[in-house]
């Protein structure tokens, strides 16, 4: 008994073929007009692309900037006390207890602060900060050497009396930070011999003890210059960034167990400071993508405007097509194919555009902007979705003609 080969329905591939043939012959015959829709299109995507480029360039423009002033850095100052208590200060002593008591400091200075001046050249004086601390300090605040070295332990057990000058300083009084190695100044009628000049990684403004008037000495000597046994501040560094956070609330235990109950103790990190420049970076780029997904929106209105007159200068044809046996899901799936490839050749070119300019700065400079694959698929995807949505109504629209009275439409 014969028995007959199962046949398979075909009709859907097909028709969306044909859907796709049509959209792709009606973009062709009006090149013109649907490029300038598409226009709008590229400007959107571009613009998304650049947008979500440029808050991720800024945002690591920032966050290296506040890392090259010590993001694993853990500072700790006496804040105070009641007024009519004796000052209760933190000392060198405080610096040790935690390193003995806290695991994961890698390194710690004090910062012992003095003031002195020193002679310029005939009859002139110049006021000079002179900040006493332990080599780690170099290492702590990320500091740049100009010229020359910073001292090391060895100049700190010796008693070694030298100095390293701030770069605006040795400029000042030395003419170049070179000029400035080997000269010697007094410091409290003591002869220091200048073996280096430095800079911070960032400016900082003078909001930090490094003021364009410092000059660093070796901690054991700023002792022959002071007989006060306190310091100005503490500085600890971490082993990994993940660690600052536990570590600054041990520090301040460690540090508030050791003085009185009413003094108070000031123990902060730059977390906070990243996490405030990555959340008002992210607002930003937010703030600016919602701005480019207008720009989507209003070429999407262009896209509805074209497709509303497409539908109306092919009422005849629909007729056709409808009267040869074109379902209204066939006609409207075609209008809204049309649409669709208008917004996707325009997300192309949009990509292109978008990504030009990043890839030009990493071709023809040493910058590596950041390049997000995530902005081209979501721009990629909102400019399909803009496409289908301004679409739907022209779309709609044609399907829902009668073949009769678009047969007679001339």
Known sequence: MATTAPTTNRKPKMVFGEVLG????T?????????????GMVIGTASIILVVTIGLTGKEYVLKQIQSIGVNMIEAEYYGGQTNIEADPLTIDDMYAVQRSVLGIVAASPVVPLDDRISIGAGNERYLRILGVLPAYNSV?????VSGRLFDAEDDQAHNKVGVLQQKLAQELFGSTKEAVGKVVRLNGLPFTIIGTFRERVDTFGQSEVTSNVMLIPYSVSRYLTDKPDVRQLYFSAADISM???????IRKVLQSRHRPESSYVVQNLTDLVRLADRSANALTLVSLLIAIVTLLVAGIGIMNIMLATVASRIHEIGIRKAIGATSAEIQLQFLSEALLISLI????????GLALPYSVRFLTQYRIPIS????IV?????AVVGVLFGTVPAARAAKLD???SLRYE
């Open 373 to 376: 694959g995530l902005s081209v």
């Open 22 to 25: 049509f959209a792709y012959d």
């Open 141 to 145: 605040r990320n500091l740049a050497v």
């Open 244 to 250: 600052v956070a536990p570590l600054t609330g041990q």
């Open 379 to 383: 721009a990629i995807f909102v400019s």
């Open 403 to 405: 073949p009769v009275e």
């Open 346 to 353: 325009g997300a192309i070119g949009g990509v292109i555009s």
């Open 27 to 39: 973009f062709c015959s009006n090149k013109v007009q649907f490029a300038l829709t598409a226009l």
